[in-house]
């Protein structure tokens, strides 16, 4: 298994076997083609003169039946002959084709992870190769009809492609075997671990979609020496037919692009080669982690307006729902990348949300010090009263209840109810004597009449206290409906 691929090139077995295409085209190569014979039972091989305009195809060839066993000193015998004398130091290029042309494709095998703290691409592919290299070809006929061998790549040329944009200093590769063809097309795929930095846009965090690349290129040879071009296997040399499916990422686009890049230190340009991956995240955790904990939090500010004016509980409730946006802040900054330069709406909404709590904090703390005006013996005002609780009340549902507020004339002051002076009932004689009785008298009906005032005084301190509990009561049922309308619209305008 190479890259992917099922390569076979002999069987000594008589079951009938299906592969998978090896290459379709690579500029700049010649042009074979798999011949199943199935009368034969015996694979032929038919080849096109290189041309620098075509593309070379080794095909798929679909179904193998019976072959001939190969001779393996034969084998042998032609791994021996062209390695000898081989130095895989030495790039292959002649007089006619100064610049190797090295076909480069992609295939994607899974994602591993885009890691959004540090902003880091993970990945796994196999990075294919294939070049022509004139010293390792034969004839087939002198080998028994040997068309494929499979040589150590450490014992060929090879081009330094490499991981432009790498976030490691050394790249994890598994080195394979090459599959060298008799018409000195040489196939290299190694499987790579990659990972390279991807610059992200959170704004729209979780519902968000990225694009990262990967840059491929060689370290050392600029285009005079070798040329990339796109292998002819997938889209642009980008395969991602076996790609793993992600549980957190899915690749919904996918482009490959050529380029030459050219360098200050250096007279000419190098050919590079970009492959870009747009992703899309799945937000099926990150709505039941960051976002309906938010909302669900968000919804209980205006229910606390609902409470009575003179409960505590109120402010408890208040400070428990910021401590819950604050918690939720904490989680959000852990998960993302720090002084970004960017900022999710997400984290908008937690700090709109954070406000809005404050502000129905103070909102509160202004209606309990309106609802405790009462006992100080303060009045409604009038303009108050008639806007309040002859106008508000019926518009915010609070038009049915059984209190009517106080008139001027109804509304008891707290001044005038002091405790006056009891005049004796009974004059004194001219000598200004009184009998024990009389004084009696006058006591009792001195204490009778202090009761009269304290009972009328508490009265009409409880009825104003009333009234101003019922100002309390219709500002907060107009700031829960304030309060809930401001979160249906900032929620509809930040997270829909």
Same mark, same amino acid.
Request: hydrophobic share 45%.
């Given at each position: 298994?190479?890259?992917?691929?099922?390569?076979?090139?002999?069987?000594?077995?008589?079951?009938?076997?299906?592969?998978?295409?090896?290459?379709?085209?690579?500029?700049?190569?010649?042009?074979?083609?798999?011949?199943?014979?199935?009368?034969?039972?015996?694979?032929?091989?038919?080849?096109?003169?290189?041309?620098?305009?075509?593309?070379?195809?080794?095909?798929?060839?679909?179904?193998?039946?019976?072959?001939?066993?190969?001779?393996?000193?034969?084998?042998?015998?032609?791994?021996?002959?062209?390695?000898?004398?081989?130095?895989?130091?030495?790039?292959?290029?002649?007089?006619?084709?100064?610049?190797?042309?090295?076909?480069?494709?992609?295939?994607?095998?899974?994602?591993?992870?885009?890691?959004?703290?540090?902003?880091?691409?993970?990945?796994?592919?196999?990075?294919?190769?294939?070049?022509?290299?004139?010293?390792?070809?034969?004839?087939?006929?002198?080998?028994?009809?040997?068309?494929?061998?499979?040589?150590?790549?450490?014992?060929?040329?090879?081009?330094?492609?490499?991981?432009?944009?790498?976030?490691?200093?050394?790249?994890?590769?598994?080195?394979?075997?090459?599959?060298?063809?008799?018409?000195?097309?040489?196939?290299?795929?190694?499987?790579?671990?990659?990972?390279?930095?991807?610059?992200?846009?959170?704004?729209?965090?979780?519902?968000?979609?990225?694009?990262?690349?990967?840059?491929?290129?060689?370290?050392?040879?600029?285009?005079?020496?070798?040329?990339?071009?796109?292998?002819?296997?997938?889209?642009?040399?980008?395969?991602?037919?076996?790609?793993?499916?992600?549980?957190?990422?899915?690749?919904?686009?996918?482009?490959?692009?050529?380029?030459?890049?050219?360098?200050?230190?250096?007279?000419?340009?190098?050919?590079?080669?970009?492959?870009?991956?747009?992703?899309?995240?799945?937000?099926?955790?990150?709505?039941?982690?960051?976002?309906?904990?938010?909302?669900?939090?968000?919804?209980?500010?205006?229910?606390?307006?609902?409470?009575?004016?003179?409960?505590?509980?109120?402010?408890?409730?208040?400070?428990?729902?910021?401590?819950?946006?604050?918690?939720?802040?904490?989680?959000?900054?852990?998960?993302?990348?720090?002084?970004?330069?960017?900022?999710?709406?997400?984290?908008?909404?937690?700090?709109?949300?954070?406000?809005?709590?404050?502000?129905?904090?103070?909102?509160?703390?202004?209606?309990?010090?309106?609802?405790?005006?009462?006992?100080?013996?303060?009045?409604?005002?009038?303009?108050?009263?008639?806007?309040?609780?002859?106008? @508000?009340? $019926?518009?915010? #549902?609070?038009?049915?209840? /059984?209190? %009517?507020? =106080?008139?001027?004339?109804?509304? !008891?002051?707290?001044?005038?109810?002091?405790?006056?002076?009891?005049?004796?009932?009974?004059?004194?004689?001219?000598?200004?004597?009184?009998?024990?009785?009389?004084?009696?008298?006058?006591?009792?009906?001195?204490?009778?009449?202090?009761?009269?005032?304290?009972?009328?005084?508490?009265?009409?301190?409880?009825?104003?206290?009333?009234?101003?509990?019922?100002?309390?009561?219709? @500002?907060? $049922?107009?700031? #829960?409906?304030?309060?809930? /309308?401001? %979160?249906? =619209?900032?929620?509809?305008?930040? !997270?829909?």
């Amino acid at each position: 298994m190479v890259g992917g691929w099922a390569v076979r090139a002999h069987f000594s077995n008589c079951s009938t076997l299906c592969t998978r295409s090896l290459v379709q085209a690579a500029r700049g190569f010649s042009e074979g083609v798999f011949v199943c014979n199935n009368t034969t039972n015996r694979v032929m091989y038919s080849s096109i003169d290189f041309t620098n305009d075509a593309y070379d195809k080794l095909s798929e060839c679909r179904r193998f039946s019976r072959f001939t066993a190969v001779d393996v000193s034969k084998e042998g015998a032609l791994i021996k002959a062209l390695t000898t004398g081989y130095n895989p130091m030495i790039r292959p290029s002649n007089a006619s084709n100064p610049a190797v042309v090295v076909a480069l494709g992609l295939a994607m095998t899974e994602i591993a992870e885009l890691h959004e703290k540090t902003e880091i691409f993970e990945s796994g592919a196999f990075l294919r190769h294939l070049w022509a290299d004139y010293r390792l070809s034969w004839e087939p006929s002198k080998y028994g009809g040997i068309i494929t061998v499979h040589i150590p790549a450490a014992s060929v040329w090879k081009p330094d492609i490499v991981l432009i944009n790498s976030a490691d200093t050394v790249t994890e590769k598994q080195d394979p075997l090459v599959i060298v063809f008799h018409t000195g097309t040489v196939f290299y795929s190694p499987k790579m671990r990659l990972r390279a930095p991807c610059s992200l846009d959170l704004t729209k965090f979780p519902f968000d979609e990225q694009i990262c690349k990967l840059t491929f290129g060689s370290w050392t040879y600029d285009n005079s020496n070798i040329n990339l071009t796109h292998f002819a296997f997938g889209e642009n040399g980008l395969d991602i037919a076996d790609l793993r499916v992600n549980r957190e990422w899915s690749v919904t686009e996918s482009l490959a692009t050529r380029s030459d890049k050219e360098f200050q230190y250096a007279t000419n340009k190098y050919p590079l080669i970009e492959f870009s991956f747009r992703l899309q995240r799945n937000p099926t955790y990150y709505r039941h982690v960051f976002i309906l904990p938010a909302v669900l939090l968000a919804i209980l500010v205006p229910f606390q307006f609902l409470l009575p004016p003179d409960s505590k509980d109120r402010m408890i409730l208040g400070g428990v729902l910021m401590l819950g946006i604050i918690l939720l802040l904490i989680m959000l900054q852990d998960f993302l990348p720090e002084a970004h330069p960017t900022i999710p709406t997400l984290a908008s909404y937690y700090s709109v949300t954070l406000i809005w709590i404050a502000l129905s904090m103070i909102a509160s703390i202004w209606v309990i010090n309106t609802q405790s005006r009462g006992p100080r013996g303060r009045r409604v005002p009038e303009l108050m009263r008639q806007c309040i609780l002859r106008g @508000l009340r $019926r518009l915010v #549902c609070l038009g049915d209840d /059984a209190y %009517f507020p =106080l008139n001027e004339i109804d509304t !008891l002051s707290m001044k005038s109810l002091d405790i006056p002076a009891v005049e004796p009932i009974v004059k004194s004689d001219i000598s200004g004597n009184q009998s024990k009785l009389e004084k009696d008298v006058e006591e009792i009906l001195r204490h009778v009449q202090t009761m009269i005032i304290c009972t009328k005084t508490a009265q009409a301190r409880k009825e104003v206290q009333n009234e101003w509990k019922e100002v309390a009561v219709v @500002l907060d $049922r107009v700031l #829960c409906f304030l309060f809930g /309308a401001t %979160f249906l =619209l900032y929620t509809f305008v930040l !997270l829909v």
